[in-house]
């Protein structure tokens, strides 16, 4: 459906600033209840970061890379005459983006008609607060300029969900800085850089160096720190680190750039603060992403921030203003697509929901979450050192086992497993599961459930393993293999 011109209403039970995950969740499910809802979206396009510059295309170059990786094994497995041995297969990465770009217009196009079914008025433009509960709207022309006309719109509840964007560092910090991409950037890439620098420590980082590198670009990741992964338990970045060191991605550890010289979309020299240089065809921030709250009126309705700009909320997703409430990324804590929707749609039960969800609120513990890297890893629950922390060194206990996929078995190639639980008290209650190897992805999923009903590892050891697999391991893993925390 064609956005409407301009808003039906002047006052709604629901607006909802934003058209991503959050958005989407609380919206919706607001509909559901039979409240008036208006939904704000700025880009022209529905879904946010997740379908347009996150998880979807992430998810798809993982895949075209995951399908080299293949390739490469295949002579092993008998194509050898159908499929060379090869180091890197050839990729066209310009195929492959136009093909994947049209498969993220397909997807908006299926969240406009959601919200069409669900009866949710999508307004196209720029939703700054002023005061009041009133939102003023910006309509977005044809041009991508918001100057197709100024609404105000006011409701009983505004939910903020404006997500984040990427940072670029300044150019008084690092000279040339602004030579880089961002995340965004990558998604328009339309050929391949031969040599690329990714700098940063997170998952997002290590999931796009994981890309280039398979895809078989040169790729040199730079971490201010001795480790990537930091904020996650140690065991997925040392099997990581390791391994992805041995397919060929460079890791320069304790490295920062101090200066970048070379003209946008060319080759680029990065001076590095270690005193070497480094020459690439693509520099990549994945710094860091900031909440989208500049610009958004905040002030004029008195809504707290954080340092960070983040919007400071409770556990109901209130803000300090009555009536105005923030989900999502914009407020800086576990910066999913599926927290997202789960505290937008939580929000909405509490708000207009039966009676029995007026206490209804997402808890942001364990939260399973992939990193789509490659291998994948999976995690859960506490790291061994928030164990500790929580439960005292003696209380904690560990069981980790490390082997080689199957599929690995019989190639010259191979590629680690690691499995670890952190466990706690006399009963072994599992409290963290940090998984590296071939389907950690889909595995930690399920795995998740176990640890939010509070399994043991005995009702671990009393299930029948699935033989063969990687997955029986986790039923498997033998006292032998138990150790004291070691933090
Ligand atoms: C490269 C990358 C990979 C990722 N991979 C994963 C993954 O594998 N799994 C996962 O769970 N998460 C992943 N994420 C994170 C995930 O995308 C976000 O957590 C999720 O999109 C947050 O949803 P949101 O609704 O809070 O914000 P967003 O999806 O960012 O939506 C906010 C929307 O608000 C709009 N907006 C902003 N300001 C205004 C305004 N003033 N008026 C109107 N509209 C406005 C924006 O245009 C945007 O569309 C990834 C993120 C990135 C960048």
Not at 433 to 461: C, N, R, W, Y
Request: aromatic letters at 8%; proline letters at 5%.
């Amino acid at each position: 459906m064609p956005p409407v011109p301009q808003p039906k209403s002047e006052h709604y039970d629901v607006i909802v600033i934003g058209g991503g995950s959050g958005a989407m969740g609380m919206g919706r499910r607001a509909a559901s209840y039979g409240a008036k809802v208006a939904l704000i979206e700025m880009d022209g396009r529905l879904g946010g970061t997740c379908v347009n510059v996150g998880c979807v295309p992430k998810k798809l170059m993982w895949h075209a890379a995951d399908t080299a990786e293949a390739i490469k094994s295949a002579s092993e497995y008998g194509f050898g005459e159908t499929v060379p041995k090869m180091e890197s297969p050839k990729f066209d990465w310009n195929y492959f983006a136009e093909k994947r770009d049209a498969y993220v217009k397909r997807l908006n196009g299926i969240y406009d008609r959601n919200l069409e079914n669900d009866k949710v008025e999508y307004i196209s433009g720029y939703a700054k607060l002023i005061g009041n509960k009133k939102v003023e709207i910006s309509l977005r022309g044809e041009d991508g300029e918001f100057n197709a006309g100024k609404h105000t719109i006011s409701a009983d509840h505004i939910a903020i969900a404006v997500g984040g964007r990427p940072t670029i560092p300044s150019e008084k910090d690092i000279p040339g800085a602004s030579l880089g991409i961002d995340s965004d950037g990558f998604f328009a890439l339309r050929e391949q850089p031969k040599r690329v620098a990714v700098v940063g420590a997170g998952y997002i980082a290590v999931e796009l160096a994981g890309v280039f590198n398979t895809l078989g670009s040169e790729t040199h990741l730079l971490i201010r720190g001795e480790k990537f992964l930091r904020a996650f338990d140690p065991v997925l970045s040392d099997t990581l680190q390791e391994y992805m060191a041995q397919t060929g991605l460079n890791v320069h550890q304790k490295t920062n750039v101090k200066k970048v010289t070379g003209t946008k979309g060319g080759p680029l020299t990065l001076e590095l603060d270690t005193g070497k240089m480094l020459e690439v065809d693509c520099l990549l921030w994945a710094i860091g992403r900031y909440a989208n709250t500049e610009g958004l009126g905040l002030d004029a309705e008195g809504i707290k921030t954080a340092k960070d700009g983040s919007i400071v909320v409770d556990k109901y997703q209130n803000t300090n203003v009555p009536g105005i409430y923030a989900v999502g990324d914009v407020i800086g804590k576990a910066l999913l697509t599926p927290v997202a929707i789960a505290a937008g749609r939580r929000l909405s039960n509490r708000l207009l929901g039966k009676p029995e969800m007026k206490d209804d609120h997402l808890e942001y513990e364990n939260i399973p979450t992939a990193i789509f890297s490659h291998p994948p890893c999976g995690t859960v629950g506490l790291s061994e050192a928030q164990a500790v922390e929580k439960y005292g060194k003696d209380n904690v206990f560990v069981y980790q086992t490390r082997f080689t996929n199957m599929y690995f078995g019989m190639l010259e190639h191979k590629e680690p497993t690691v499995f670890k639980l952190v466990v706690t008290g006399k009963e072994e209650k599992i409290v963290g599961i940090h998984i590296v190897g071939v389907g950690s992805d889909e595995m930690i999923q399920p795995l998740g459930i176990t640890v939010k009903m509070g399994a043991t590892k005995k009702d671990f050891d009393d299930t029948v393993a699935v033989h063969p697999s990687s997955a029986e391991e986790l039923v498997t893993i033998q006292p032998s293999a138990r150790r004291n925390a070691q933090v």
